[in-house]
Nanobody, 119 residues
Framework: QVQLVESGGGLVQAGGSLRLSCRAS????????MGWFRQAPGMEREFIAE???????SLSDFVKGRFTISMDNTKTTLYLQMNSLNSDDTAVYYC?????????????WGQGTQVTVSS
């Protein structure tokens, strides 16, 4: 099982930026895809972005041009750079890891980090 720990959340004014980090540890996770999700109060968890082991990326339309997903060279730390934040981005942000060919819900999840955007 991969252990994931997010950090970098906090309170930011609308228009500001934050960078979230997710450190992975535990069993070997070669080949994993890693991603970011978020869940706002009263809403379902939603997909934000994913990066594959080979570096391929996919992002949801609502964050294109504002958020960037990346991974360090050791492939143990995942990042989410968030720019031009607005109140709709207020949520708990989670990182996740999944093995190839499996669903996210069966993967490993972090405990989440709160992002609050004040207008």
């Amino acid at each position: 099982q991969v252990q994931l720990v997010e950090s970098g959340g906090g309170l930011v004014q609308a228009g500001g930026s934050l960078r979230l980090s997710c450190r992975a540890s535990g069993r070997t996770f070669s080949g994993y895809s890693m991603g970011w999700f978020r869940q706002a109060p009263g809403m379902e968890r939603e997909f934000i972005a994913e990066i594959g082991w080979g570096g391929g990326r996919s992002l949801s339309d609502f964050v294109k041009g504002r958020f960037t997903i990346s991974m360090d060279n050791t492939k143990t730390t995942l990042y989410l750079q968030m720019n031009s934040l607005n109140s709709d981005d207020t949520a708990v942000y989670y990182c996740a890891a999944r093995e190839p060919g499996t669903q996210w819900r069966r993967g490993s999840w972090g405990q989440g980090t709160q992002v609050t955007v004040s207008s």
